[in-house]
Every structure is written in C-alpha cells, then in structure tokens.
C-alpha cells in the first residue's frame, strides 16, 4: 500500500493552504463567527477556483476530482473554517451529492452547473422534530396533486437553509406500506410560496446557521421528484458512506489538527513560572499524543476514501472514520483549551472557536450511538 500523497495532490492541498492565507487575514473568521454570517464572496472565490464543482463530472462543468481529492479539500477548508467546510459539503457532498447520485438527466442539466459555478447553493433537509437517528420515521407529508405535490410539516436542524437556494428533501408520500418504504426525495426552491424558514440558536458553526423549514401546502412539481417515487430510503443509502468519510471524517481531522496547531503555538507564546508552556516535559508529551492521535484519525479517513474511490465495500471503515473522527476531534479541542487554561477559555483565542465548532460532529450525520451500531453488525456482532 501507498501511503504517499501524489505530487499532484500534494500541489492540490498547497493551493487551497495558500488561498485561505491569501484570500482569509487573521480575525476575519473571528469576525463572521461574531456576526453569525455566512461568506458568500468567499464562498463564490472557492467556486471560481473549481472547488465547488470538484466531485462533478466534466460534462456539467465538474472536475471530477475523486473521493481522496475530496477529502483534501474538506480537511483543508476545515483547518481554516470548519463551518465554512460544512456549507460546502451541504452544498455539494449533500445536496449535489444526491443530484449527481439518483437524480434524472435533465436535473443534473438544469442544477449542477449552476451549482459547480457557485451560481447556486444547495442545502438537504432531512431531520424531524420526531425523527433524528431513525430517519425512516419521517414525517413530512407529500400528497400527489396531479402534476405537483402538496407538501406539509416540518424540517429542523437543517444546516445552511437561510442561506441556500434549493433543498433536497425527502417526505413521506405512501402511509400504507413500511416506514422505509414509502419515502420519497424532492428538490425545492426555498423561496417557494409557503415555505418557512427559521434561524435556530446554538452552540457553534455560528456562520452556518441550523433552521426550522416549515412546510404549508408546498407544491412541488413532479419535474422535482428525485430518485423515483417511494424510492427515497434507498436512494439516502447509496450517499451515506461518502457522508462519513468526507463530510464528516476529513472536516473533523481538520479541525483537529488545528486545534493541535494552535495549542503548539500559544504553548510557545504563553509561560508559566518563568518558562515557555512548550519547555515543560508534560505539555510537549501531552502535545505529541495529541498530533499522534490526529495522524491515526487521518489514516483512517483516507483508508477508507481510497476504498470509496477503488468502490471497494467500506461501510464498517467509513463508520469506523466517522466514529473515531468526531470523538476525536472534540477530545483533542477540549485538550487543546485545558492545555492553555484560562487562555483557551476566552474569545482571544481561536481555540475556543474550534471547541464550540467541534461539538456538535459526533451528533450530525448518524451519532457516535448509530456508527457503533452500524459497525457491530458489520463485524458479526
């Protein structure tokens, strides 16, 4: 096995490092935190840059940059924002993703390239005030009216909605059959007439703001219908294991480094009793487990993306990612502030920025509970 980046991608990781120097000076992602804003001109400068249509076929405007490439991206971008990672995996892993993955010819036409030029933001709406884990449980009505559906219910927790244009979404359009069986998938246009979106307070990813979508008879024209009618919960399964692995294994590892890059720095700048922090035996062991902890996570993540990419079976490797990625990824944050103190604990410092943005991972996209289920029953248990 080759654990060696290509030259190619190692140019690849450096021109997204470079841009976030370049394009990002120190506080700017302070500041949108402080403002709860999401950066549309950034976000429109990593488009033109080819990196929101990376996952993309050429065909509609895509590079079709692989799963590894993926990865890099996202683990970059986290390092620098982790919500600025999340609005483009919703965005693209999420919303495209699903476009790309089950939807029909004239959809991927009418949505991607728009989407790969930043010319749309796509978001996916998928969790209930009822149903979080067991998505399966959903229970968003969609009734059939002739040449549309009539929507109504409740979407919540949905990432990036205020400031997208289109969702996927799934609802349920046959009550009489199994809960996994009668679900179907939608795009809608947020701005549709009676639809409702509310901005919900959290703890962090304050640039990326969490919504309610409320639905009052919705109508959705059936041109919208993604991935046939009632074939919802399958088409969900096809996208999961490169939802663990990306979006949610390479932003955590990225995060996490940073976390271990910025408690090396202020361990360097902060002193006790006459001394640097980092010429203290036990903070430098202490910072060592910490960065061995990151490469552990990391090798995991792009063990399991090289199997994605090769369509090698890796679900029990993209849970055991996710798993360990978000576990680790808070425990490395929270060290990170324990290591610095009373520094860590205020705003000053960007450390308390990457714990409150770490929380919330090992509870999006299947909880820590969900993968260790998942990967029991992979291993026989």
Same mark, same amino acid.
């Given at each position: 096995?080759?654990?060696?980046?290509?030259?190619?991608?190692?140019?690849?990781?450096?021109?997204?490092?470079? $841009?976030?120097?370049?394009?990002?000076?120190?506080?700017?992602?302070?500041?949108?935190?402080?403002?709860?804003?999401?950066?549309?001109?950034?976000?429109?400068?990593?488009?033109?840059?080819?990196?929101?249509?990376?996952?993309?076929?050429?065909?509609?405007?895509?590079?079709?940059?692989?799963?590894?490439?993926?990865?890099?991206?996202?683990?970059?971008?986290?390092?620098?924002?982790?919500?600025?990672?999340?609005?483009?995996?919703?965005?693209?892993?999420?919303?495209?993703?699903?476009?790309?993955?089950?939807?029909?010819?004239?959809?991927?036409?009418?949505? #991607?390239?728009?989407?790969?030029?930043?010319?749309?933001?796509?978001?996916?709406?998928?969790?209930?005030?009822?149903?979080?884990?067991?998505?399966?449980?959903?229970?968003?009505?969609?009734?059939?009216?002739?040449?549309?559906?009539?929507?109504?219910?409740?979407?919540? !927790?949905?990432?990036?909605?205020?400031?997208?244009?289109?969702?996927?979404? $799934?609802?349920?359009?046959?009550?009489?059959?199994?809960?996994?069986?009668?679900?179907?998938?939608?795009? $809608?246009? #947020?701005?549709?007439?009676?639809?409702?979106?509310?901005?919900?307070?959290?703890?962090?990813?304050?640039?990326?703001?969490?919504?309610?979508?409320? $639905?009052?008879?919705?109508?959705?024209?059936?041109?919208?219908? !993604?991935?046939?009618?009632?074939?919802?919960?399958?088409?969900?399964?096809?996208?999961?294991?490169?939802?663990?692995?990306?979006?949610?294994?390479? #932003?955590?590892?990225?995060?996490?480094?940073?976390?271990?890059?910025?408690?090396?720095?202020?361990?360097?700048?902060?002193?006790?009793?006459?001394?640097?922090?980092?010429?203290?035996?036990?903070?430098?062991?202490?910072?060592?487990?910490?960065?061995?902890?990151?490469?552990?996570?990391?090798?995991?993540?792009?063990?399991?993306?090289?199997?994605?990419?090769?369509?090698?079976?890796?679900?029990?490797?993209?849970?055991?990612?996710?798993?360990?990625?978000?576990?680790?990824?808070?425990?490395?944050?929270?060290?990170?502030?324990?290591?610095?103190?009373?520094?860590?604990?205020?705003?000053?410092?960007? #450390?308390?920025?990457?714990?409150?943005?770490?929380?919330?991972?090992?509870?999006?996209?299947?909880?820590?509970?969900?993968?260790?289920?998942?990967?029991?029953?992979?291993?026989?248990?």
């Amino acid at each position: 096995m080759d654990f060696q980046l290509t030259r190619e991608q190692e140019a690849f990781r450096q021109s997204i490092r470079d $841009f976030f120097r370049d394009e990002c000076p120190p506080g700017y992602f302070d500041e949108l935190d402080r403002e709860a804003e999401w950066p549309f001109e950034l976000y429109q400068k990593i488009a033109q840059h080819g990196w929101v249509a990376l996952p993309f076929p050429e065909q509609y405007g895509g590079s079709n940059g692989g799963i590894i490439a993926m990865a890099l991206l996202v683990e970059e971008i986290a390092y620098a924002s982790a919500p600025m990672a999340m609005g483009w995996s919703h965005s693209a892993v999420f919303g495209g993703g699903a476009i790309l993955t089950y939807g029909n010819d004239e959809q991927k036409e009418r949505f #991607l390239p728009r989407l790969c030029r930043g010319e749309i933001i796509l978001c996916f709406a998928l969790t209930e005030p009822n149903s979080g884990s067991d998505a399966a449980s959903l229970q968003l009505a969609a009734v059939d009216d002739g040449d549309c559906f009539v929507l109504n219910g409740t979407k919540i !927790l949905i990432s990036g909605a205020s400031a997208s244009d289109y969702a996927v979404t $799934f609802a349920r359009t046959d009550k009489t059959v199994a809960k996994h069986k009668g679900i179907t998938g939608f795009i $809608f246009d #947020l701005k549709s007439p009676g639809v409702t979106i509310r901005t919900l307070r959290k703890m962090g990813n304050w640039p990326v703001h969490s919504c309610e979508i409320v $639905f009052n008879n919705v109508r959705i024209p059936k041109e919208n219908v !993604l991935g046939g009618v009632n074939q919802g919960w399958n088409n969900m399964l096809k996208s999961l294991d490169l939802e663990r692995i990306v979006a949610a294994g390479a #932003l955590c590892i990225g995060i996490a480094q940073r976390a271990v890059d910025d408690a090396i720095k202020y361990a360097r700048q902060v002193s006790c009793g006459g001394r640097p922090l980092i010429e203290q035996q036990a903070v430098a062991h202490r910072l060592v487990d910490m960065q061995a902890e990151v490469d552990a996570m990391r090798t995991l993540a792009y063990r399991a993306a090289w199997m994605l990419e090769n369509k090698i079976p890796c679900s029990k490797e993209a849970s055991i990612t996710k798993l360990i990625s978000s576990e680790g990824c808070i425990r490395l944050a929270n060290a990170a502030v324990e290591l610095l103190g009373p520094y860590g604990y205020f705003t000053d410092w960007e #450390l308390e920025r990457g714990y409150r943005d770490s929380r919330m991972h090992t509870i999006g996209a299947g909880t820590s509970q969900v993968q260790r289920t998942i990967i029991a029953r992979e291993i026989g248990l």
